[in-house]
């Protein structure tokens, strides 16, 4: 399986609901980013946080990581059709090399 | 923007062509990275550049080859590409190792 996995695959919500991702990784890491990408664009750097934190903050986002069950999750409160979306989570295994796990469709209806 | 941008947006080519892929970032960054994005399948990392030095190359086919004149370009220089090489291929620049990275809108390309 892959280093980085996110689950669920595939989340439809409505607008104003919370949106959980999570993912799931095997190896230690330094730090665990999550990225945005809209349909068959370049992907946006959303939040980065350190092995050392277990919860970090960015307007409508929270991060949570847990490295004793090598887990993260991404909470997006009140969801816009604007976050209809793929999120990535990516684990920084050191040497410059980032490793993407196979992302969250995000779908989220007015 | 992200202060990274890729030429072409789209490539449609046949297997005997050459071709290249540009990439420029204007933000000052000292390392660069090409990526290959396929339908289901996570995000390939191709090869990475730190200050202009090959540091990393993912085990990529000799069909593609980097080049990185300067800190601020990067090309992907492609021939006798096979069809299922046809994907979107993204660049993305950091300041340094390990912080986030920079990506470009991405190449679409389709080998006929």
């Known amino acids: 399986s892959q280093q980085g996995e996110e689950d669920p695959q595939a989340l439809s919500i409505q607008e104003g609901e919370n949106a959980t991702m999570n993912c799931s990784y095997k190896?230690?890491?330094?730090?665990l980013q999550w990225y945005r990408q809209n349909s068959g664009r370049g992907l946006v750097h959303l939040i980065l946080?350190?092995?050392?934190?277990r919860e970090k903050h960015s307007g409508r986002l929270r991060v949570t990581l847990d490295t004793s069950k090598k887990s993260s999750s991404l909470l997006i409160t009140a969801s816009r059709a604007a976050d209809t979306a793929s999120y990535f989570c990516a684990t920084d295994l050191g040497f410059q090399k980032l490793v993407f796990g196979t992302g969250t469709r995000l779908l989220v209806s007015p | 923007e992200t202060g990274v941008t890729q030429t072409p947006r789209h490539l449609v080519m046949g297997m005997t062509n050459k071709k290249s892929l540009k990439c420029e970032q204007h933000l000052g960054h000292n390392a660069m990275y090409w990526y290959k994005q396929s339908a289901k399948k996570p995000l390939e990392l191709m090869f990475v550049y730190s200050l202009e030095e090959r540091v990393e190359n993912n085990s990529v086919p000799s069909r593609f080859s980097p080049e990185c004149p300067n800190s601020s370009h990067l090309f992907l220089h492609l021939h006798t590409l096979q069809p299922e090489d046809s994907a979107l291929y993204l660049c993305?620049?950091?300041?340094?190792?390990?912080?986030?990275?920079?990506f470009g809108p991405g190449t679409r390309l389709l080998v006929l």
């Open positions: 190896t230690s890491i330094n730090n």
């Open positions: 946080i350190r092995s050392n934190e």
């Open positions: 993305a620049s950091s300041q340094d190792r390990g912080e986030k990275q920079y």
